[in-house]
């Protein structure tokens, strides 16, 4: 059946006109205006959340040179760390050390022997066994001057004999454990907790 508006009344041909507009319009803003729409809020929020990052960015710009002042200061504060624990330990720099100090308190190193290395989460324990011939004030002189070491040396074990036949400088005989502290560059690892699975050895090939 052919349906031509020419053929309606013009009242007709005007309810037609306006709704094919109205359809036009509808059809217009469901496929066009409201996809728009959403890609235009979209945008926005991400326009938003651009300028709250470049917000923060430039916050964080402003604390740089405060951060950076920090990292200064921490650096500083690590190099006095190392001074009084050296991260590696020298045997002969501290030989050399005590025997100067021995030397200026008229005090004699009979035995000098480092001991097996303890190991702490950040840092190893360096124990020494000293043997020293001299006096008492020069003994306390010799313990006076180790302890103003830039690096930590803590006496144990004490133990100070007099002579059957004293000298005049040498009237005592001490042996002690003088313990020094390295520090580590890595954590120590944590050791295995008993009853821990270990890995089992690869089977043998048959010949």
Known sequence: MNISLTKLPWWGQIVAFVVLAVAGC???FYYYEMPAHE???S??????ALRADITKGLGTAKKLPEFRSQVSDL??????LR????????AADLLNRMQTVAAQSNLTIKSFKPGATVTKPLHA?????LELDGTYHNLAMFFDRVGKFTRIVNISGLDVKGKDKPEPNSTITASCVATTFVLLDKPAAAPAKPGAATPAAAPKGGN
């Open 43 to 48: 945008r926005q929020a991400q326009l938003i």
């Open 39 to 41: 890609d235009m809020k």
């Open 26 to 28: 509808g059809a217009f």
């Open 125 to 129: 324990e360096w124990p020494i066994s």
């Open 75 to 80: 650096e500083t504060r690590l190099a006095s």
């Open 83 to 90: 001074a009084v624990l050296p991260d590696e330990k020298d």
